[in-house]
């Protein structure tokens, strides 16, 4: 298996360094193994929870369920089904753990060591993915398992309306994110700041009193979206802020202060103020103290400008309406998106140069996070989506509007944030260029002929046939990236593409290999290659029916001389 470009399907190829590839998820990370090993920073899953229904992923498991009913007693000797299929059946969670065991195994070593992943799932699969994980990422490397309100509830249940899920956090290995992570420790933004902050200026421009938006800040703050601005229920021309203690301490500032509501002295706290007299007279000219009318105690401005990140929290509560509205605003139909927000923050406590790999990419919710990231905060973040193109029916929605499969849908919503985001840059001074487009890859066969064949009746016209082993339909930019990824150079690196006496000659990641694919070359030619290009590490060149034994004795020949350390490949 390899993967194959399609530049019609990308959104600036030659520049960006964002990858989307096309094709089952676990041949594609067999694909991707050597060349990333260790590259990545995150892993971000959000798998197909197990409803008891088939796959689309096509894994030979070691025994049918036609096998499994008949062993098991689940079948009569007529092939009928005995027993419906649920959860107390054996086989109900056997699928998905078969589907999900080797796909977690093979990206553990995609982590760098202070990587780690996250994985979303609900009660179904719970607790056997934190066993998997203890497995496969050692129970010691468990960071934390994450209960989120989705806001969304299965009221079909018949006793519990179910309205969280879960992400589970797997360190590669703890001890170095630890080490990382020493004097800095994780830190985001708090949950739904931005709505937050709309929502008390909205209320400003209906007209409402101070005091009429602190009781209405004072009800918003119950509900668990906006639990983390509890007390946040005050602003002036600085903004939000909280009320704190002057107080607290023993043998204080005991000099009181004059109320310029009241123009009467305030009473002192127990203990006298934290602050001495010059400070306290510094802070009341700066207007950060909270005076009362009711002979209340003086209290700090708090503001939520000084204070807007927190540690993240193991429980969080997002509302998925504004994804809904985002997809229907793209024109995308798509059935529970992942909330935008908690993929940002979650990838807020990645460094800003990281690799983030979502092999279950549907809707690219992920790849629309690090986009959105990367032009709040001028990062260079790069995300690798993996999707099986699964079938859409023709008669559902997203069907009607003439997409075929998944892919489609999650290729066109990235090339709907992409321009978004280069609207929203226009006009700004700075020289960040945000980096919006992807190269599109899809999982196929090897480029290269399956020959099978025995010596007898064949003759010599016939194994000419065979002295070419590239297949038909193969071009030279499916050939150079099978030649990337067998030489561990990331997909994601600049292919420069030029002319030396009228061949194509690649030049990848700045010289370190190049590969001319012509059915046609001569001894001149490949001499300039090897002067021009004389650091490079690889060179690969494709034998043909023109390529005979004389002219690749002459090609190492001329590499030997004038680029001795490059390695030599013919094809």
């Not at 676990?26 to 899953?45: A, D, P, Q, S």
């Not at 290729?411 to 609207?423: Q, S």
């Not at 016209?461 to 082993?469: A, R």
């Amino acid at each position: 298996m390899t993967l194959r470009p399609c530049r019609e399907e990308s959104v600036d190829f030659d520049n960006t360094k964002n990858l989307y590839i096309e094709g089952d998820n676990l041949e594609v990370l067999k694909i991707l193994r050597e060349t990333y090993l260790g590259k990545v920073k995150m892993i971000y899953i959000d798998p197909p929870y197990n409803t008891g229904n088939d796959f689309v992923y096509n894994d030979n498991f070691s025994m049918s369920v036609n096998d499994y009913s008949e062993v098991s007693g689940e079948s009569d000797d007529s092939g009928n089904r005995l027993f419906l299929n649920t959860s107390s059946n054996g086989r109900f969670h056997t699928d998905w753990l078969n589907m999900i065991y080797p796909r977690l195994s093979l990206s553990k070593d995609l982590l760098s060591e202070d990587g780690f992943i996250a994985i979303s799932i609900d009660d179904s699969e719970l607790n056997n993915i934190i066993n998997i994980c203890n497995e496969i990422f050692g129970e010691i490397n468990h960071i934390a398992t994450i209960v989120r309100n989705t806001n969304s509830s299965k009221n079909q249940s018949l006793f519990v309306s179910v309205s969280h899920e879960y992400c589970v956090l797997y360190a590669r290995n703890i001890e170095c994110l630890k080490e990382k992570h020493s004097e800095s420790k994780w830190s985001v933004p708090k949950n739904n700041i931005v709505e937050y902050k709309k929502k008390v200026e909205q209320l400003k421009k209906e007209g409402l009193t101070s005091e009429e938006i602190t009781e209405e800040l004072k009800t918003l703050t119950k509900y668990p979206r906006f639990i983390d601005f509890t007390n946040y229920w005050y602003f002036d021309k600085r903004g939000l802020y909280r009320k704190d203690n002057l107080g607290g301490v023993r043998n204080g500032n005991m000099k009181p202060i004059i109320n310029p509501l009241t123009g009467k002295e305030d009473p002192v706290p127990p203990g006298g103020f934290r602050y001495s007299e010059e400070k306290m007279n510094e802070l009341i000219a700066d207007e950060r103290i909270h005076f009362h009318t009711d002979g209340s105690l003086p209290v700090l401005k708090r503001y939520l400008s000084d204070n807007e990140e927190q540690r993240p929290k193991s429980i969080m509560s997002d509302d998925q309406r504004p994804d809904y509205s985002l997809l229907q605003r793209y024109n995308l139909p798509f059935d529970n998106p992942k909330q935008l927000a908690f993929m940002e923050r979650l990838l807020y406590v990645l460094d800003k140069d990281s690799v983030i790999l979502d092999f279950f990419a549907g809707s690219s919710t992920t790849a629309h996070a690090v986009m959105n990231l990367n032009n709040a905060d001028h990062g260079d973040r790069k995300f690798i989506m993996v999707q099986i193109p699964e079938h859409i029916d023709v008669s559902t929605e997203a069907g009607k509007l003439g997409y075929t499969n998944i892919c489609e849908i999650g290729k066109e919503r990235l090339r709907c944030a992409g321009r978004e985001l280069k609207i929203s840059q226009m006009g700004n001074e700075d020289e960040y260029s945000l980096d919006v487009g992807f190269r599109v890859f899809k999982c196929d066969s090897s480029n290269f002929r399956d020959i099978f064949y025995s010596p007898e009746g064949k003759c010599r016209e016939t194994l000419e046939d065979y002295v070419d082993v590239i297949k038909d339909d193969r071009g030279s930019e499916d050939l150079l990236v099978q030649v990337m990824l067998e030489s561990g150079i990331e997909l994601s690196s600049i292919i420069e593409r030029k002319d030396v006496q009228g061949n194509t000659v690649f030049s990848v990641d700045d010289g370190y290999l190049v590969a001319c694919f012509d059915d046609e070359i001569n001894d001149s030619t490949v001499t300039e290659i090897s002067k021009e290009m004389s650091g490079c590490m690889y060179a690969v060149f494709r034998s043909g029916s023109s390529m005979t034994d004389e002219m690749l004795a002459n090609i190492e020949q001329i590499f030997k001389t004038y680029s001795p350390q490059t390695k030599i490949r013919i094809l």
